[in-house]
């Protein structure tokens, strides 16, 4: 599990923290080739002979014959899976974003901050991977007993657009890339619909349930894809937003399909 702070800080000693902790399951960093051309693609090979999988509800069995040195192995520079049959195991890997700090807002005045935290995923799966993102506690940002509100979209759908009553204050997120999920995708107008990614746009409020917020359905290495995630934190024109040490343990999860 790697840890990383995010900082947000607010004018009269109205400070943000988010705690945000990355999870990849598994995660072996390493790379193979693939061959290809426009009709087919080889994702591994082995000289060998014969090989099958056999199984029963009491066993489950894959033979092959020819190969030698099969297995894994590791070191703390490299692991390994050597044989045909080790090479069907896939892994992704998460890359550690760099802290963010936002520029500071008042907590009387109505003022919003915004900033972005982004991963590099990268996976050999041929399947694709998720990408999911939950909040640790209810409120997400807190700060004893003050807190900004779960940001609530009017529908089932994110909003298009970040947009809160006057007299309260509110905290988001809405994710941006080529993997965004399709319920943040939208058609220039709205969210769930359509195949455009409009940056700064589709917000959700975060959850102690996980939300996915970024799919694919193919491996992407050797390059990987930017996941980024925006996060804004507003306080309406006629609220008052208590001074405090704000802060946001989040949890964001990658998994191969």
């Given at each position: 599990?790697?840890?990383?702070?995010?900082?947000?800080?607010?004018?009269?000693?109205?400070?943000?923290?988010?705690?945000?902790?990355?999870?990849?399951?598994?995660?072996?960093?390493?790379?193979a080739?693939?061959?290809?051309?426009?009709?087919?693609?080889?994702?591994?090979?082995?000289?060998?002979?014969?090989?099958?999988?056999?199984?029963?509800?009491n066993?489950?069995?894959?033979?092959?014959?020819?190969?030698?040195?099969?297995?894994?192995?590791?070191?703390?520079?490299?692991?390994?899976?050597?044989?045909?049959?080790?090479?069907?195991?896939?892994?992704?890997?998460?890359?550690?974003?760099?802290?963010?700090?936002?520029?500071?807002?008042?907590?009387?005045?109505?003022?919003a901050?915004?900033?972005?935290?982004?991963?590099?995923?990268?996976?050999?799966?041929?399947?694709?991977?998720?990408?999911?993102?939950?909040?640790?506690?209810?409120?997400?940002?807190?700060?004893?007993?003050?807190?900004?509100?779960?940001?609530?979209?009017?529908?089932?759908?994110?909003?298009?657009?970040?947009?809160?009553?006057?007299?309260?204050?509110?905290?988001?997120?809405?994710?941006?890339?080529?993997?965004?999920?399709?319920?943040?995708?939208?058609?220039?107008?709205?969210?769930?619909?359509?195949?455009?990614?409009?940056?700064?746009?589709?917000?959700d409020?975060?959850?102690?349930?996980p939300?996915?917020?970024?799919?694919?359905?193919?491996?992407?290495?050797?390059?990987?894809?930017?996941?980024?995630?925006?996060?804004?934190?507003?306080?309406?024109?006629?609220?008052?937003?208590?001074?405090?040490?704000?802060?946001?343990?989040?949890?964001?999860?990658?998994?191969?399909?």
């Open positions: 599990m790697k840890k990383y702070l995010l900082h947000i800080f607010k004018k009269r000693s109205i400070m943000i923290f988010l705690l945000i902790f990355s999870l990849v399951i598994p995660l072996y960093t390493i790379y080739e693939t061959m290809q051309s426009t009709t087919y693609k080889i994702q591994s090979d082995s000289v060998n002979v014969g090989g099958q999988d056999s199984s029963s509800t066993y489950n069995l894959r033979d092959t014959t020819g190969e030698i040195g099969t297995g894994d192995s590791n070191s703390t520079n490299y692991f390994m899976h050597a044989g045909f049959w080790q090479l069907q195991e896939s892994y992704i890997a998460l890359s550690s974003p760099s802290d963010l700090a936002l520029t500071p807002i008042g907590g009387i005045n109505g003022e901050s915004e900033g972005t935290i982004y991963w590099q995923v990268t996976t050999d799966n041929i399947a694709g991977y998720s990408m999911s993102i939950a909040s640790v506690t209810t409120p997400a940002l807190k700060s004893g007993s003050d807190s900004f509100n779960d940001y609530a979209p009017v529908g089932a759908d994110p909003d298009y657009n970040f947009s809160i009553v006057s007299t309260t204050s509110a905290f988001g997120f809405s994710p941006e890339g080529t993997d965004v999920s399709a319920r943040f995708k939208d058609n220039t107008s709205a969210c769930n619909t359509g195949t455009s990614e409009t940056t700064a746009k589709c917000w409020g975060l959850s102690t349930t939300k996915i917020i970024f799919q694919r359905a193919t491996s992407n290495q050797p390059a990987g894809t930017t996941a980024t995630v925006r996060f804004r934190a507003e306080s309406g024109s006629n609220h008052i937003q208590p001074a405090g040490s704000y802060s946001a343990p989040i949890t964001i999860t990658a998994i191969t399909l």
